[in-house]
C-alpha cells in the first residue's frame, strides 16, 4: 500500500504518533515527588501542564499543599467529556484533610483551548474556596489549563 499519496499519515509517522500517546501515559501514572516547592500559579503550571494539555476531554486535578507550600499530593478527580466535567467537593477536601494539607491548587482542562472561565467553573470555584474556609483550607488558586497556555483566577483577582 502506498502512503506517500498525501492523504493520511504513513507507517512511519503513525508510529510516532503512538509512541507519543504511550509516552504521555506512562508520565501521567508515574509517582509525583514530593518536596516540589508551589509558590505561583506559573509552577502550579508548570507542575500540571504534562497532564493537562492536549487532552481530549476535560480532566479535574488537584494539587494539595503542606504549610511550606510543598505539594504532597497531585491527584486528578474526575475526568469528563468534552466540554465539562463533575467535581465531588468532599472527595476534595477528603484527600486534603487525610494528607493535613494547609492549601490547595485545582485545575483543570478546556480542550476547545479557550482559556476563560466559564459560569460553572466561577461557581464551583465559589463553592470550593467556601468550603475550604470552613475547614481551613485555602484554595490558593483554580487553573484553566490548555495547550494555549493557562489562566489563574489567582492572578486575575477572582477568589
Known amino acids: 500500500m502506498n502512503y506517500s499519496n498525501g492523504r493520511g499519515i504513513g507507517p512511519a509517522k503513525a508510529v510516532k504518533v503512538k509512541a507519543a500517546l504511550e509516552l504521555g501515559k506512562r508520565i501521567k501514572e508515574l509517582p ?10 506559573k509552577k502550579a503550571y508548570d507542575i500540571l501542564f504534562s497532564v493537562l494539555s492536549y487532552l481530549e476531554q476535560e480532566e479535574f ?32 477536601f477528603k ?7 494547609t492549601s490547595l491548587i485545582v485545575a483543570h482542562s478546556h480542550p476547545s483551548g479557550t482559556l476563560s472561565p466559564s459560569r460553572s467553573d466561577e461557581v464551583l470555584t465559589a463553592k470550593i474556596k467556601k468550603v475550604g474556609e470552613n475547614l481551613d483550607i485555602k484554595l490558593l488558586d483554580h487553573l484553566i489549563i490548555s495547550e494555549k497556555g493557562y489562566f489563574s483566577f489567582a492572578d486575575k483577582k477572582l477568589l
Open 95 to 101: 484527600n486534603a484533610i487525610r494528607l493535613g494539607a
Open 32 to 41: 509525583f515527588q514530593e518536596k516540589v516547592n508551589c509558590n505561583s500559579s
Open 61 to 92: 486535578w488537584v494539587l494539595c499543599l503542606n504549610i511550606q507550600n510543598h505539594v504532597l499530593l497531585k491527584k486528578c478527580l474526575s475526568n469528563g467529556g468534552i466540554s465539562e466535567t463533575t467535581v465531588d467537593v468532599r472527595l476534595l
